[in-house]
Structures are given as C-alpha cells and as structure tokens.
C-alpha cells in the first residue's frame, strides 16, 4: 500500500471512530473525509489529526453546485462559486466530482493558467493545480478547497477579470 492509500485508509479510521456506526460499514475508501474548522488557516487538517479535531471538522459540507454572486460594483457582473446547498463554507478535495469541481478547475484555468480538463473531476491533476495556487496566493497548501481557500483566490467573473472574493456582494 502506499503512503497515499495508507493515509486515507488512516482518516477513513478516524472518521468512523468519530462519527460512531455511520461509516463503519462502509469499506475504508467510501467513507468522507472530515471537514476542516472555521478557525483553521488551512482548510482540512493534516492526515493524523485527533478524533476531536476530526468532530470539529465535520461542520463543512462537500460543494456540490454552485451559485452566480454579482459584483459589488456592477451587479450585471457575476462570478460562479461553489456551494453546498445555499451555503458557500463548503469544500472540494480529491475524489469529489460534481459541477462545483468543474467550476473550481474553470477558477484555476482562468485566474492562474493551469490548463485543467474542466470534466467535474476531483483528480490528481486538479489537486496539483490547487497545491499550485495555494502555495502562489501565500496559504497553507493542503489541496483541499474549502473557505480559506476561497477567501484568497481569485474567481473569473463575466466581465473577464479575475477577483478575490470580497469584491463580490455577500462577501
């Protein structure tokens, strides 16, 4: 098994200690992983984090859609960001595949010419891409989209421009 495999068998581990019967059926590569916390700087803990860092994390859900949010100084002008439901404190790991994916993969094509297949795939080459961005906008690098992420990278907007987060109404 590599160090990979033999990480996310560890988490799967965790989670089911933590989230009790839920996810012990489940065989180790089915089970999620654990979300990160509102007052982490990165957006999911390390492999090995305590089962209470674990319980703690699990407020995020997984993005699975996403939403247009309008410009604050034009409202004509809009960026898509991925959502879980209404809620935009949602993350995106290796794995995930739904819309929300591909409209991160469109995000770092775009702002940061990674050259990504926008197939909605969670896969190796989107999480390099992320490693990439994350390390170039001074965050800590996890490969895992979540809040902190989406507070410091830029998003493509109708208008053709690149933004951060805050220049959208909401935010």
């Not at 019967?21 to 990165?42: M, Q, Y």
């Not at 984090?49 to 309008?70: G, M």
């Not at 290796?94 to 995000?107: D, M, T």
Request: aromatic share 8%; with cysteine; hydrophobic share 40%.
């Amino acid at each position: 098994m590599n160090k990979v495999s033999q990480n996310l068998a560890k988490s799967a581990v965790v989670a089911a200690m933590v989230m009790g019967s839920l996810f012990a059926a489940l065989p180790a590569s089915a089970a999620p992983a654990a979300a990160p916390t509102a007052t982490e700087v990165s957006d999911k803990a390390p492999a090995g984090r305590t089962a209470a860092q674990s319980s703690a994390a699990a407020a995020y859900p997984y993005c699975t859609s996403w939403a247009n949010q309008a410009k604050k100084n034009n409202s004509n002008e809009f960026a898509q960001i991925p959502i879980s439901g209404s809620n935009f404190n949602c993350i995106l790991e290796r794995g995930n595949n739904s819309g929300a994916v591909r409209i991160l993969q469109n995000h770092l094509n775009r702002c940061y010419g990674k050259g990504l297949t926008t197939d909605g795939v969670f896969g190796n080459g989107t999480y390099t891409a992320l490693l990439q961005v994350q390390r170039q906008i001074g965050i800590t690098a996890d490969g895992v989209y979540g809040p902190g992420t989406r507070g410091a990278m830029n998003f493509f907007a109708s208008d053709l421009t690149c933004n951060r987060i805050t220049a959208y109404q909401g935010f």
